[in-house]
Each structure stands twice: as C-alpha cells, then as structure tokens.
C-alpha cells in the first residue's frame, strides 16, 4: 500500500523559510500526481501545490506565490518549501497522492494521506 511520511514542521518565526518533506513508499509507479494541502481549525482541507509523477509538472493555488513544490527521487521525498512565512500559514500540512492527472486539486480525487505536519508561524 502507498505509505507517505511528513516532516519539517514545527514552530518559527515571521518571515522565516521553511521545507517541509514527504516521504513517500509503496506502489509508486501508479501515482500521477503528488499534493501538498494544509489546514486549520474549522475550515476545510486546502490545496496548496501539486506536482507529477516525474516531477517535471507543477501546479500552485491562487496566491501561493511563496510556495515551491519539487521532488528529489532519489530520496523518494517530495518537497514543499515555503518562503517569508506569515501567520497565517499556520496550518497541518499534509501530503497526498492520487492517480488522477496533474491538475486535480479536490481532496476527494486524493486517495492515500499521510498524518501531517504542524507548522506553527508565530507573529
């Protein structure tokens, strides 16, 4: 089964830059894409940055200029690096994998879920 790990969370300050990691295993070579989502207390589950299965594909949501999503293969990570953090990132940030194409940005057609990392921006 797909088994994906995040980490890189915790708690920093405004301005600073942070990556968060997923690592990933299992039956990989059926993912088409890979996401990045967050989420806060009493709100739904976000979408932040997609990425194919080759990592040459990208996709952001509205006003994440400050987000980049990469993957290093070689170490079955794939990466969400945020830059000039700000108070309102604080969320769980979670990584997801789905066999739909890039392009897809609903949590549902994301089938497999890691346990999230908290990131924490204090002002």
């Known amino acids: 089964q797909v088994h994906l790990v995040e980490s890189g969370g915790g708690l920093v300050q405004v301005g600073d830059s942070l990556t968060l990691t997923c690592e990933y295993s299992?039956?990989?070579?059926?993912?088409?894409?890979v996401g990045w989502f967050r989420q806060v207390p009493g709100k739904e589950r976000e979408f932040v940055a997609g990425?194919?299965?080759?990592?040459?594909?990208t996709d952001y949501a509205d006003s994440m200029g400050r987000f980049t999503i990469s993957k290093d293969a070689s170490r079955n990570w794939v990466l969400l690096r945020i830059h000039k953090l700000e108070p309102d990132d604080t969320a769980v940030y979670y990584c997801?994998?789905?066999?739909?194409?890039?392009?897809?940005?609903?949590?549902?057609?994301?089938?497999?879920w890691g346990q999230g990392t908290q990131v924490t921006v204090s002002s």
């Open positions: 299992g039956r990989t070579f059926t993912w088409a894409t």
């Open positions: 997801a994998t789905s066999l739909a194409g890039r392009g897809i940005r609903e949590p549902q057609k994301f089938d497999y």
């Open positions: 990425i194919n299965w080759s990592g040459q594909l």
